[in-house]
């Protein structure tokens, strides 16, 4: 099972948001965490919890499967029904169970955020690559010699003349045979010398040969042997790599986890949001409860703000029990009827806000909180617009000294709410808006009024020379008329540009959209790659979805290349006249007219 993790920036903090979901089991949840690596583990481990469950289900099934196919299949298949049915209204009971007890099922839960356990401490458990030594040469055994012929002797019967009678008396007869033989003989002997010359070769040749291929195969062996050197060593070195790279980023989030800790314990104020987050992103709650919320802090009140997202009526199971009608063949649902619903609602909404403001109490280990202001938020159809409105339905101050007195083990969840002067409708479910009793402020300081330039340029207009806060307000009318048509809007920083912004844009599509960070650089030389990796920091320091270089000139082949597989656009001047173009403006960039200027100040 698979999942995507989104990265959301909101009021300037950037959350990453995981959503799994398991088809088999049919359920979903939304995990959302400021720190990427904690978001994984707990996703990870939401789909082992899921998996198993899976697997157990199946495994059930299958007995379940295993006893129909019996000799008793039918009675079996009604057996099966049976327990299915108690099986779903145990369910079910368990799912209004788990509601009604959201309040208590923390209070045995210590909320405390244990950082030790954020450490990854798992051991790099991939085997180092082996030495494989060649094989020992193996050397064809000597060829045996090919034999010589034998020697042709005169004594050799072949060469005996056969004499008879008339021979004897005529001796030049006798002779002549006797010259036959010998010519035989001679003959013979000769060949057998060429044929004794030849072998000699042959053997000498074979011998040479087999050396040769014997030198070959002592020569290749040193060579085969560099190269399982020279394959262990790569490979080695790609394994050492590897493992101190893991080292290393283990290590880096060792660093993190202990710089966040000590700014906690210092009470820095995003640490102090951060920390928060966490432990609200560590309460557990039933699948259905898609968990989203938006915090601030005073610092000098020592107040939090939480704005929560809590469920809407429908997202709120119903189904009380399953009974199997066996002379029908079917299975009857019961749900609660609509008071019991409204009740269940209104009980838990209540529960949740005092679930919250007990969870980050409790885990406020460097006692920064004074104050929670809970807010509960719903999203949910408007019947007379046919659109999705959000709205606080209640909303509570709580201070901490007066709130741990408390023992919420024994309370009724609404009159605790109230006695605590909390507001909401009297009937939650009705959906009724009231105003939050604190609300948060999500403006960016940093921000400047902006003046147009865009309309005062023309072809004979060098943006290589303009005015450098006026580039940056052109770089800023410019790419809000890119943003308008979805709705987004631009803003230029103070003239300290802060945190290296220029710019700021932000883009209300749900799915490219975002914070984006721009920054303008009207150089008259090339961009080097230390103004990209700037701009990468500014993005993760801002918590941005993208950021935007732009700059009169070009930029190096290093800086594409760091850029490249980054959220990262670099705009060279060409590109910047084909945006204005597109939006009906039109410049010139002179680079040689900005250096000359340049010099002569």
Not at 65 to 79: G, H, I, Y
Not at 166 to 182: G, P, T, V, Y
Not at 270 to 287: F, G, H, Q, R, W
Not at 473 to 493: C, M, S
Request: proline share 4%; charged share 30%; glycine share 4%.
């Amino acid at each position: 099972m698979y999942y995507d993790v989104d990265t959301i920036v909101e009021g300037g903090k950037t959350k990453f948001v995981a959503r799994i979901q398991h088809k088999g089991l049919g359920k979903s949840r939304i995990i959302s965490g400021t720190v990427l690596s904690i978001v994984d583990r707990r996703a990870e481990a939401q789909i082992e919890t899921w998996e198993a469950a899976w697997q157990a289900k199946c495994q059930k099934e299958k007995e379940i499967k295993q006893k129909a196919r019996s000799a008793q299949e039918k009675q079996a298949e009604k057996e099966r029904k049976f327990e299915e049915a108690e099986s779903r209204t145990e369910e079910a009971e368990h799912a209004i169970n788990e509601i009604k007890n959201t309040l208590k099922a923390t209070l045995t839960i210590n909320d405390k955020i244990d950082w030790d356990s954020l450490i990854d401490r798992k051991e790099f458990d991939k085997p180092a690559p082996l030495y494989n030594e060649p094989a020992k040469p193996i050397f064809p055994p000597c060829p045996p010699n090919i034999p010589e012929p034998d020697m042709p002797r005169l004594s050799d019967f072949k060469y005996k003349p056969k004499f008879t009678f008339l021979d004897a008396i005529f001796k030049s007869q006798k002779e002549a045979k006797n010259d036959l033989c010998r010519a035989a003989f001679k003959n013979d002997y000769k060949n057998w010398k060429i044929e004794t010359a030849n072998t000699k070769i042959a053997n000498a040749d074979r011998i040479k040969k087999w050396e040769n291929e014997r030198q070959k195969i002592a020569d290749n062996y040193p060579l085969s042997i560099n190269k399982a050197l020279e394959k262990y060593s790569f490979e080695h070195a790609a394994w050492l790599k590897e493992k101190n790279e893991f080292l290393k980023n283990q290590s880096q989030i060792k660093v993190e986890i202990e710089k966040r800790k000590n700014d906690y314990l210092q009470k820095s104020s995003d640490a102090i949001l951060e920390y928060c987050d966490m432990v609200l992103s560590n309460s557990k709650y039933p699948d259905f409860f898609q968990k989203e919320w938006d915090l601030d802090y005073n610092s000098e009140t020592r107040t939090l703000i939480v704005e929560y997202v809590v469920p809407p009526p429908d997202a709120l199971p119903t189904l009380k029990e399953v009974r199997f009608i066996q002379t029908k063949d079917i299975f009857k649902e019961t749900h609660l009827p609509e008071k019991e619903r409204e009740a269940l609602y209104d009980s838990l909404l209540y529960q949740i806000a005092l679930r919250t403001v007990h969870e980050l109490y409790e885990a406020d280990t460097a006692d920064a909180l004074d104050a929670i202001a809970f807010s509960g938020l719903v999203t949910s159809l408007d019947k007379t617009t046919g659109h999705n409105v959000t709205a606080c339905i209640l909303s509570v101050l709580a201070r901490k000294d007066s709130f741990m007195h408390i023992n919420l083990a024994k309370v009724d969840p609404k009159a605790c709410f109230k006695s605590l002067k909390g507001v909401a409708a009297s009937k939650l479910s009705g959906l009724a808006p009231i105003p939050p009793v604190m609300v948060m402020n999500k403006d960016d300081r940093r921000f400047v009024e902006c003046y147009g330039v865009v309309d005062s340029i023309n072809e004979g207009t060098n943006l290589a020379t303009m005015d450098w806060e006026d580039f940056e307000h052109l770089i800023r009318e410019v790419f809000e008329q890119e943003f308008v048509a979805g709705g987004g809007e631009v803003k230029v920083t103070q003239a300290s540009r802060d945190g290296g912004v220029d710019a700021v844009a932000f883009d209300p599509d749900p799915i490219r959209g975002g914070k984006i960070v721009i920054q303008a650089k009207r150089y008259a030389n090339t961009v080097g790659v230390s103004a990209v990796r700037d701009l990468y920091g500014t993005v993760m320091n801002e918590g941005a979805t993208k950021g935007i270089l732009v700059t009169t000139a070009d930029y190096g082949p290093d800086a594409y290349e760091f850029a490249n597989g980054k959220p990262l656009s670099l705009l060279n001047g060409s590109n910047l006249l084909h945006l204005l173009e597109k939006h009906g403006h039109q410049a010139r960039i002179n680079l040689s007219e900005a250096k000359l200027e340049n010099k002569q100040r």
